[in-house]
């Protein structure tokens, strides 16, 4: 291997390809944990490279400066994944409505809507043939496959260094559950393509994205969400879950959101707090900062979220609040809230 090529990151899917094939393979991933001990996280080719890239990488932990990245002699799928977390993907969006052409937005239960997703192929040979599934679930901090729920599949060709947006033709109902807050996931694939793991990990799989955003607004009543803590089948856990509030979405995360024109507010205008049961009197308070939670093996615990405040949102202004599970140092996964004031309430 010449010089300049031995301090450049190598993730394992890289390794799988350089020893052979020019298919696209996927990597033995990390569990949905940004990055393995030692090694540097796989990232996407430079935009001059892959085409149209709009500063995206494929890791959410390297997405503030992309490095360079081995380039497969195949096909090389990516769906981008968010910044600063890889839940944020803006390659994910739904269209509420009839119209797939419609404009982007978060819709509500017992609505319509359609899902896209924006493929990218990074690879030096066409990708004939790429299957896109499309998923949503319950809002869940670290999302099993086996925990989703499939809304359809679609069919592209990706030309070398090409994006295509690819629609979902069936249409995604919207269910009550969570008033309509739910999570959705795109995996992107080429035949002879090995199975996935049950977790969802986009960080390890450029191939998979996550879209783990919703929006809620900030009422006189307190905002209320039930997440999923789900245990794989042979492996019980335990997990801290807590929140920070304030920060920046991208430009592009707030345009699937519907809230292009929106900024940050300049300081938490809102409390967050969690619970294992059901909090039905606002005079019992919201609940915790934060939870440690024991999960028993291929279990799922329900986390009640309660966000209270947000009145004083001004029209074009959000509240940024993110949820986060982590098993000790380790970040597994979460959820962001936008939180706007409700129309009552804008002035």
């Known amino acids: 291997m010449t010089d300049h090529l031995k301090n450049l990151p190598v993730s394992r899917r890289d390794i799988i390809r350089i020893s052979g094939g020019t298919t696209a393979a996927v990597a033995l991933g990390s569990l949905g944990v940004p990055g393995q001990a030692g090694a540097a996280p796989a990232q996407a080719a430079p935009a001059s490279d892959v085409g149209q890239v709009s500063g995206g990488v494929g890791s959410a932990s ?11 002699t195949g096909a090389d799928l990516l769906i981008r994944d968010g910044s600063p977390h890889w839940w944020l993907s803006p390659d994910i969006w739904a269209v509420p409505g009839t119209d797939p052409n419609g404009a982007p937005g978060t819709p509500a239960a017992g609505d319509v809507a359609y899902v896209w997703a924006r ?42 260094g090409d994006t295509q947006d690819v629609l979902c033709l069936v249409p995604w109902n919207v269910v009550t ?54 245990a794989a089948k042979r492996a019980p856990k335990q997990i801290r879950i807590s929140a920070e509030i304030g920060g920046e979405l991208s ?35 919201i609940g915790d900062p934060e939870l440690v939670v024991e999960v028993p093996a291929g279990r ?33 996964g979460g959820i962001s809230l936008a939180v706007v004031a409700g129309k009552e309430e804008e002035k």
């Open 62 to 72: 390297a997405s503030s400066g992309a490095g360079t990245r081995l380039r497969s």
């Open 300 to 332: 799922s615990v329900p986390v009640h979220l309660t966000v209270r405040g947000g009145a004083g949102l001004g029209t074009g202004e959000y509240q940024l609040v993110e949820v986060l599970e982590r098993d000790g140092d380790r970040l597994l």
């Open 177 to 230: 559950v969570n008033d309509g807050h739910e999570c959705l996931v795109a995996v992107a694939s080429l035949p002879g393509d090995p199975a996935l793991p049950d977790a969802v990990d986009p960080v390890g799989y450029p191939n998979v994205a996550q879209r783990n955003l919703t929006l809620a607004s900030a009422r006189k009543s307190d905002f209320k969400l039930t997440l999923t803590v789900n």
């Open 119 to 160: 493929v990218q192929n990074t690879g030096r040979e066409d990708a004939v043939g790429v299957q896109v599934k499309f998923y949503w679930g319950n809002p869940s901090v670290q999302m099993l496959y086996s925990t989703l729920n499939l809304i359809g599949t679609a069919f592209a060709d990706v030309d070398a």
């Open 251 to 285: 430009k592009e995360a707030l345009h699937t959101l519907g809230l292009a024109e929106r900024r940050p507010v300049g300081k938490p205008v809102v409390e967050v707090g969690f619970s294992l049961k059901p909090i039905t009197d606002p005079g019992d308070g």
